[in-house]
């Protein structure tokens, strides 16, 4: 019995001098001719996340000359995305940028969105107003609306607008 008790601790003291990494679904077999090594690999996902937030409703306002213009605000609050990606903002409109004050008017009040990129210059289209990094910091881009000219008639001009928000490569 002694015997067998000093030959367990040699052996637990030679496998503990020795220098060998143990790995899941790797077996080192008493067999194996020490000293053994094994690759594994360590990993974990963390999911995207971001918040951003478009401003529901923009009033436009006189400017002084007939033109109504205001901004409003994008933020994008805790923003961690995969390396080398952004989040991208666009703006389009059904309408292409033309406000009524009716569904049914003929008159139709042309207007242009400004973001970080400059004015919108394909109303058809629409364009990008808007692109945010991963930070910790929360981020915001000012959108401005302004009407191209001075309105011809009386009413309240509305349009509704489309922001799209995705992830693209940076």
């Known amino acids: 019995m002694k015997k067998a008790i000093s030959t367990i601790s040699a052996l637990a003291m030679v496998m503990a001098l020795a220098p060998m990494s143990a790995f899941a679904d790797t077996t080192i077999k008493q067999t194996d001719t020490l000293p053994k090594t094994a690759d594994s ?21 006189d400017n002084g000359e007939g033109i109504y213009t205001n901004s409003g605000t994008l933020k994008a609050e805790g923003v961690k995305l995969a390396e080398g990606k952004e989040i991208v903002v666009s703006l389009t409109s059904a309408s292409k940028f ?12 042309p207007y242009t969105a400004e973001g970080a990129f400059g004015k919108l210059t394909d109303k058809e289209a629409g364009g990008i107003v808007a692109k945010f990094a991963t930070s910790t910091e929360d981020q915001e881009v000012p959108v401005t609306f302004t009407t191209d000219e001075t309105s011809k008639y009386a009413g309240t001009f509305t349009d509704p607008v489309v922001f799209t928000i995705e992830i693209k490569d940076a």
């Open 41 to 61: 690999s360590v990993e974990f996902s963390v999911d995207p996340t971001y918040t951003v937030t478009i401003p529901a409703k923009v009033t436009l306002a």
């Open 98 to 109: 033309n406000m009524q004050t009716s569904a049914s008017a003929t008159y139709k009040l």
